[in-house]
């Protein structure tokens, strides 16, 4: 079967901390402009708002809070080495003169990496929801059939 044809315009999920913001960019875009449209996304006044509801938060919220960026320069945008299709915990750094089509496929997520006051790469911080489903349900609200008790 030949491989599926990339489309014109790629979806991509910036990624970091509990926070995912959709971009579109044309598939000859680069990893450059993908920057700049990140450090709109991470400047926005949307991320100075608490959390609107008391009950979603967690205890170590502040731990999850995204860090303030003022230029280009304070972070990195990156993307999840795999091995066998499987993510290996490990991020590359990518290109910025790359073009997107010949570093990242359609829907891929690409993860944003922060510097310390040093100019040094921290690790990536990002809460991954589990894709199985039966890893977050709780099954002690699950009814189901029931054998009849005689």
């Known amino acids: 079967m030949p491989p ?20 579109t960019f044309p598939s000859t875009a680069t990893v450059a ?4 449209e990140a450090l709109s996304a991470l400047t926005a006044s949307v991320l100075d708002n608490p959390e609107p509801n008391p009950a979603v938060m967690d205890e170590d919220s502040g731990e999850w809070e995204v860090p303030k960026v003022s230029s280009l320069d304070d972070f990195e945008l990156a993307r999840m080495v795999k091995a ?17 089509k010949s ?17 040094l790469l921290l690790p ?6 589990p894709i199985n489903p039966e890893e977050y349900e709780d099954t002690s609200t699950q009814k189901g059939k029931r054998k009849a008790e005689e």
């Open 84 to 100: 066998q299709g499987r993510p290996t915990g490990r991020y590359e750094k990518l290109d910025p003169g790359a073009q997107l």
């Open 124 to 129: 990536v911080k990002v809460s991954i929801p």
């Open 103 to 119: 570093v990242l496929a359609n829907w891929d997520p690409v993860f944003v990496q922060f510097k310390d006051p040093d100019g």
């Open 33 to 36: 402009e993908v920057k700049e």
């Open 4 to 23: 599926r044809v990339q489309p014109k315009n790629f979806i991509l999920l910036l990624k970091t901390h509990k926070l995912t913001v959709f971009l």
